[in-house]
Antibody, heavy 123, light 110 residues
Framework: QVQLVESGGGVVQPGGSLRLSCAASGFTFSTHGMYWVRQAPGKGLEWVAIITKEGGIDYYAQSVQGRFIISRDNSRNTLYLEMNSLRVEDAALYYC????????????????WGEGTTVTVSS | QSALTQPASVSGSPGQSITISCTGTSSDVGGYDWVSWYQQDPGKVPKLIIYDVINRPSGVSNRFSGSKSGNTASLTISGLQAEDEADYYCSSYTRRSTLLFGGGTKVTVL
């Protein structure tokens, strides 16, 4: 079945770095744009980043621009999020999410979500 | 960029209809038909219920419907049921090629 499984979350000090991974299975990973979306405890959803299916184009929320990098390895069916200069406000459950578009292009809506991986930023 | 504006809470009795608004600007909601809605039960993963303003994925109840007027999109739940209690989020593409979520609306069935 279609599945996204995140890993790499953990506890990190402010200013530290962390790399999240998302293993995709059950679909042709290379034909879908992908997102990272986060949700702080008790708070709403926040869009973090998008990467196109080829990996050539990426965009970021202003809150993470310049600190986070989204990337993908289509040969490994894996999505990544490199997080640097982490702040207390970056603490959240990070979801790996699939864009519904395929060869017709990005559709800008999210049809498959992983269960998330938790990032805690604390000294 | 600020989140899209949604009411914090909406409530209704079983069988009633409720509408959740999602207000943005001409640079996001008003400028594109890439508006989607997600339902999130407590402790669960969000679920897509409306895409491209008005479309329902297969398997989603036809009691959910979407619309848009100007810079405001809306989600209507008809024939409200106890199982509809959840948090609802709108999302829109923006002029900067990014996406925005609304702050979320908690729906309570009285």
């Amino acid at each position: 079945q279609v599945q996204l499984v995140e890993s790499g979350g953990g506890v990190v000090q402010p200013g530290g770095s962390l790399r999240l991974s998302c293993a995709a299975s059950g679909f042709t990973f290379s034909t879908h744009g992908m997102y990272w979306v986060r949700q702080a405890p008790g708070k709403g959803l926040e869009w973090v980043a998008i990467i196109t299916k080829e990996g050539g184009i990426d965009y970021y929320a202003q809150s993470v621009q310049g600190r986070f990098i989204i990337s993908r390895d289509n040969s490994r069916n894996t999505l990544y999020l490199e997080m640097n200069s982490l702040r207390v406000e970056d603490a959240a459950l990070y979801y790996c999410v699939r864009d519904a578009g395929t060869t017709t292009g990005t559709k800008y809506y999210m049809d498959v979500w992983g269960e998330g991986t938790t990032v805690t930023v604390s000294s | 960029q600020s989140a899209l504006t949604q009411p914090a809470s909406v409530s209704g009795s079983p069988g009633q209809s409720i509408t959740i608004s999602c207000t943005g600007t001409s640079s996001d909601v008003g400028g594109y038909d890439w508006v989607s809605w997600y339902q999130q039960d407590p402790g669960k993963v969000p679920k897509l219920i409306i895409y491209d303003v008005i479309n329902r994925p297969s398997g989603v109840s036809n009691r959910f419907s979407g619309s848009k007027s100007g810079n405001t999109a809306s989600l209507t739940i008809s024939g409200l049921q106890a199982e509809d209690e959840a948090d609802y989020y709108c999302s829109s593409y923006t002029r900067r090629s990014t996406l925005l979520f609304g702050g979320g609306t908690k729906v309570t069935v009285l």
